[in-house]
């Protein structure tokens, strides 16, 4: 269960530097008790920076670390109550599965009968127990990264790391791990740092989600509020797809495009001030048809192409400024065909618009 006051890590002001390198600026995060909180981004965002120092593996150039709020910034990662479970697993090929979880209670030297009934119960959670006299050498990538969880989870710590765990499986068995982590987070009630840079694994299993890019935290909000409500140009074209198109503002809900394009919005936007902001339309928000009285934003273009991703189409538009346009559009829509170079009318709802300013600004 989410502790919406405790806040189990923050970090507070935490900039970290690599000689000249700026990896980490200014940081505030805070991670409440009993979530799944991701942090993702693209390569070099500072995600796994953030994770290392979390976990005591780096420290801090300025600013502090705070576990169940005592700064930590010279506790050493093994005095921390936080564990990691790392994308190559971690596992100790000569040792057996059972020998592979009970390792950190041996090594705290926990009674042996407390061990077998603790490495049992952890591996039962993962449904590994069948597998306990098994090499990690015979296992698949999903069965080591379950016994990676299950070592990971029996010392019960107060939070655990996760760095991109599941990149190295293949879609399926990503997609598995997943329903897999998601179960039995609910299950143990322990907060979950996950690192990932799929942005679609970020939205299925979080409670909440940071957006980092270039060391800078762009946005925290739940997987809804990430995606339905991006606050920079940059997240809302990396979670998810976006049309994003330049121009400013001529009021609280009055966009004009660099191009001449004119759009109502519902919110209010307090970026009205600023000399250049971007509209952000998600591809399925889009129609051809204005049925709809609540369409009232018509968007010109030109028709490009058509990609067929089975479920759905996406139809690639051009729009007089010269950006490039995506429509999703699912079967039951019907199947309507453009001829390249075909002028369309695009529709949108102003309740589908979202203001959202430069990504640097």
Not at 337 to 354: C, I, M, N, T, Y
Request: net charge neutral; hydrophobic share 35%; glycine share 6%.
């Amino acid at each position: 269960m989410i502790n919406q006051e405790q806040a189990v890590v923050e970090l507070r002001q935490v900039s970290k530097r690599f000689g000249n390198y700026e990896a980490i600026k200014d940081l505030n995060l805070s991670i409440r008790r009993g979530e799944f909180f991701s942090i993702v981004g693209p390569s070099g965002c500072g995600k796994t920076t953030t994770l290392k120092m979390i976990a005591g593996f780096d420290h801090a150039t300025e600013g502090a670390v705070y576990l169940s709020g005592t700064s930590a910034n010279h506790i050493p990662p093994y005095k921390r109550n936080v564990n990691t479970v790392f994308q190559n697993y971690a596992l100790f090929p000569h040792m057996t599965v059972y020998d592979n979880v009970a390792y950190p209670l041996k090594l705290r030297k926990v009674p042996k009968n407390e061990i077998r009934s603790r490495v049992i119960e952890s591996m039962k959670m993962v449904s590994m127990d069948p597998f306990l006299d098994r090499s990690p050498n015979q296992l698949s990538g999903g069965q080591k990264q379950r016994v990676a969880l299950a070592r990971a989870l029996i010392s019960k710590p107060e939070v655990l790391l996760l760095d991109e765990p599941l990149s190295a499986l293949d879609f399926h068995l990503r997609q598995e791990m997943q329903r897999v982590l998601k179960h039995l987070q609910r299950e143990v009630d322990i907060t979950f740092v996950y690192i990932t840079h799929d942005q679609g694994e970020a939205l299925s299993l979080s409670d909440r989600i940071a957006v980092m890019k270039n060391g800078v935290l762009h946005q925290v909000g739940s997987p809804e509020e990430i995606y339905e409500m991006p606050q920079t140009s940059f997240v809302a074209g990396f979670i998810g797809k976006s049309n994003l198109i330049k121009g400013r503002m001529e009021g609280p809900t009055h966009f004009v495009s660099d191009a001449g394009l004119q759009a109502m919005t519902n919110e209010a936007s307090d970026l009205s001030g600023e000399p250049h902001v971007y509209i952000s339309v998600r591809p399925e928000k889009l129609r051809i048809s204005k049925d709809d009285e609540r369409y009232i934003n018509r968007l010109s273009a030109v028709f490009v192409e058509e990609t067929y991703y089975g479920a759905d189409r996406e139809l690639t538009f051009r729009e007089a400024g010269g950006t490039h346009i995506l429509m999703k559009q699912q079967k039951d829509d019907g199947n309507v065909k453009f001829s390249e170079g075909e002028s369309v009318d695009l529709f949108f709802r102003p309740e589908d618009a979202v203001i959202v300013k430069e990504w640097g600004s």
